[in-house]
């Protein structure tokens, strides 16, 4: 079973940037899983339903919810089993927690990181 942890989270002001990383790890065969799964970031707002903020297949094309296109960027690195989001210009709507999984989703969570835009 794979387990997914985020991490890079953290309290930025309007305008700044942080980086998200999503190591995968477990028991069983892992060993570059993210070559074998389209992956995604999600995020969820208190309050909101869990929303898909970009995704990355496995011919390395991507796609971005329109609210963050131009922003924020996706990648991953194979051997190390992590995929990352580059997140630019954050504004305080995007204050959520950051979850990240294949696309569509396995049934198991990580514990997302907590990103909280504000002056």
């Known amino acids: 079973q794979v387990q997914l942890v985020e991490s890079g989270g953290g309290l930025v002001q309007p305008g700044g940037s942080l980086r998200l990383s999503c190591a995968a790890s477990?028991?069983?065969?892992?060993?570059?899983?993210?070559?074998?799964?389209?992956v995604a970031w999600y995020r969820q707002a208190p309050g909101d339903q869990r929303e898909l903020v970009a995704t990355l297949t496995t011919r390395d094309t991507t796609n971005y919810a329109d609210s963050v296109k131009g922003r924020f960027t996706i990648s991953k690195d194979n051997g190390k089993n992590t995929v990352y989001l580059q997140m630019n210009s954050l504004k305080p709507e995007d204050t959520a927690v950051y979850y990240c999984n294949a696309n569509p989703p396995w049934s198991t969570w990580g514990q997302g990181t907590q990103v909280t835009v504000s002056s």
């Open positions: 477990g028991t069983g065969s892992i060993f570059r899983i993210f070559s074998f799964y389209d």
